[in-house]
Structure formats: C-alpha cells, structure tokens
T-cell receptor
Framework: GENVEQHPSTLSVQEGDSAVIKCTYS??????FPWYKQELGKRPQLIID?????GEKKDQRIAVTLNKTAKHFSLHITETQPEDSAVYFC?????????????FGKGTKLSVKP | DTGVSQDPRHKITKRGQNVTFRCDPI?????LYWYRQTLGQGPEFLTY????????KSRLLSDRFSAERPKGSFSTLEIQRTEQGDSAMYLC????????????FGSGTQLSVL
C-alpha cells in the first residue's frame, strides 16, 4: 500500500521568510497530492493540490511542486505570516473508479515568529 | 453551516462500553469517509462510502468497529467494547462525484476511553 513520509516534523521561520515542506510517496500509481492545513483544535482544510500530470501549481503565496520520477512533492510558502502557523499535512492517493482514499504524512508544525 | 457536521464533539466513556458517532456530510456529496487522528499524527483512513455502499475498509477497522450509511446521507461509526487505544479524534469527510478527491472534513469527535 501507499506510504507517505513528511519532513521536517517542525519548522520555525521568521515572518516574511519562506518555508518548504517535503514529502515522499511509495506507490507510483498515486496520481493526486493534496496539502491540508490544520490549526489547533480545528478541522484539516485543503489549501492546494496537484495531479500527477502537472509539475507545479501556484496559488498566491503557496505553491506545490511534484517530481514523479523521484516520487516526491513539496509545499512552498513565501512571505510567511503569523497566521500561517499551523500543522501542515501532505497526502497521496490514487483516484480512479471506485478506489480512493488519502494516505497522510505525519505532519509538519510550522511556527512563524513575528 | 453547510459544512460537514459531526456529533458529539467530545465523548468520554469507560473501557468496555459501546459508543456511536454521527456524521452529516455536505448535502450534495455522495462520498463519505471516516478517518482517525491521534496526537502528533496525520489522519489515518478507516473506511469510505459511495452513497450507501461501503467500498473500502482499512485493516485498522477491527471487528469492533462498524460503519453504516443506510440512506446514502448521514453515517454512523460504532465502536464496541472500547479500549484505551481507541482514544483519538474521529474525523468524517465528504466529497462530491465531480471532484471526488477533494475531501472536506468535519471538526471531529474526540473520544477519550478511561
């Protein structure tokens, strides 16, 4: 089955700096890679996702890159703000037919210091 | 609130008791998922439904766990003979058929087994 590894487990940056979180996956059949943000005591929320037919996707200050050959994908947050502080989870899945469930990494706790 | 709702938010029970959680998905969503999240970990897939059919179950879902979605709308997750190791946040998520991979999570039910 799919296995997702996520690094680092904690990340501390100064406000305005960039943050990068990396994930690797094991199943070459996986074709969908979302990132979720979970603030303390709240539900995970989808912030950006990418499909395997795309190498990069950007949405304002956040971007995701995918390297299918190396089976890794990364989240990039630029110009970090204190409200970016949260736990970020990457996930991977194969979507097709009746299949479909997300396998999550263990999370990265991002702290943005003002 | 038109999001995914879960009830109760918190449940404290004694070991050996049975508990049942309810999830109401976003109304037009035909897929419903159950995940379990423990402290410092990412959500772990338990099971998912497409309409009323339970299409996939994780090995994590022991025979003490049962999930139903009788009319393809709300779902219940029952845990029989609870154990301390069952203490976790139980998250429900839903998605629609057009963008089945985009999961919208509820706020979860926090279970504490004493």
């Amino acid at each position: 089955g799919e296995n997702v590894e996520q690094h680092p487990s904690t990340l501390s940056v100064q406000e305005g700096d960039s943050a990068v979180i990396k994930c690797t996956y094991s199943d070459s059949a996986s074709n969908y890679f979302p990132w979720y943000k979970q603030e303390l005591g709240k539900r995970p929320q989808l912030i950006i996702d990418i499909r395997s037919n795309v190498g990069e996707k950007k949405d304002q200050r956040i971007a995701v890159t995918l390297n299918k050959t190396a089976k890794h994908f990364s989240l990039h947050i630029t110009e970090t703000q204190p409200e970016d502080s949260a736990v970020y989870f990457c996930a991977a899945s194969y979507y097709g037919g009746s299949q479909g469930n997300l396998i999550f990494g263990k999370g990265t706790k991002l702290s943005v210091k003002p | 609130d038109t999001g995914v709702s879960q009830d109760p938010r918190h449940k404290i029970t004694k070991r050996g008791q049975n508990v049942t959680f309810r999830c109401d998905p976003i109304s037009e969503h035909n897929r419903l998922y159950w995940y379990r999240q423990t402290l410092g970990q990412g959500p772990e897939f338990l099971t998912y439904f497409q309409n009323e059919a339970q299409l996939e179950k994780s090995r994590l879902l022991s025979d003490r766990f049962s999930a139903e979605r009788p009319k393809g709308s709300f779902s219940t997750l029952e845990i029989q003979r609870t154990e301390q190791g069952d203490s976790a946040m139980y998250l429900c998520a839903s998605s629609d058929s057009g963008t089945a991979e985009k999961l919208f999570f509820g706020s979860g039910t926090q279970l504490s087994v004493l």
